[in-house]
């Protein structure tokens, strides 16, 4: 069974930078898609960005490209996003999920999901 757990979440200051980082255990992650989610109060689940494990391929939602990174670790079997130039409308839960095959920018596509971290962004 896929597991994986969010960490690196926080409190930060509009225009601060945050990584978060997404352990992931339970087995060979050849041909996963891996991906961030975030959910902000009574709104609907949304891509962030999206890594294939094999190639490193990037996948980017059009609101993050150049404030968001996603990047992995195959050996310590983690993936980070880092998050630049913060702004108040990226508070959100941030999740992070699995699926094996190949990348889709739908919450629906993913079977495997973290618990979430929160990100918080002061004005």
């Known amino acids: 069974q896929v597991q994986l757990v969010e960490s690196g979440g926080g409190l930060v200051q509009a225009g601060d930078s945050l990584r978060l980082s997404c352990l992931v255990s339970?087995?060979?992650?050849?041909?996963?898609?891996m991906a961030w989610f975030r959910q902000a109060p009574g709104k609907e689940r949304e891509f962030v960005s999206a890594?294939?494990?094999?190639?490193?391929?990037?996948y980017y939602a059009e609101s993050m490209k150049g404030r968001a990174t996603i990047s992995r670790d195959n050996i310590r079997n983690i993936f980070h996003l880092q998050l630049d130039s913060l702004k108040p409308e990226d508070t959100a839960v941030y999740y992070c999920?699995?699926?094996?095959?190949?990348?889709?920018?739908?919450?629906?596509?993913?079977?495997?999901w973290g618990r979430g971290t929160q990100v918080t962004v002061s004005s």
């Open positions: 339970g087995g060979s992650f050849s041909g996963y898609a």
């Open positions: 890594i294939l494990w094999n190639s490193g391929t990037t």
């Open positions: 999920a699995a699926h094996l095959g190949y990348y889709g920018g739908s919450s629906f596509l993913y079977d495997y």
